[in-house]
């Protein structure tokens, strides 16, 4: 937690997991709290990566046993690309850490 505000850093992160608990939902991957020590950026990049190289991974593990298991007899549907594939050159997202912002 910050010590500027203890009661208040990544508390929605943290609400939010609590709650799609709650409602049932499973865990995929571990829950990303930001440490404002270091650079947010960088903590978010680091677990963003790692996230989307699980979600790649399993969806390709889904689509090796469906192509397995012969699938149904419905056509395929193209697969839908939602996340960027090339990078985006835009000096808000590159991850480094912004004037100011302690790393």
Not at 40 to 64: P, Q, Y
Not at 76 to 88: G, Q, R, S, Y
Not at 89 to 100: I, V
């Amino acid at each position: 937690q910050s010590p500027s505000s203890p009661n208040h850093y990544n508390v929605i992160g943290i609400n939010l997991d609590k709650r799609l608990e709650e409602l049932g939902g499973r865990r995929i991957y571990p829950l990303g709290l930001g440490d404002d020590g270091d650079c947010l950026e960088d903590d978010f990049d680091t677990w963003m990566e790692n996230f989307l190289a699980l979600i790649r991974k399993e969806s390709s593990v889904e689509e090796e046993e469906e192509m397995e298991s012969g699938g149904d007899d419905s056509p395929a549907e193209a697969p839908i690309d939602i996340l960027p594939t090339t990078p985006v050159e835009d000096d808000r997202l590159t991850g480094t850490c912004r004037p100011g912002v302690a790393k």
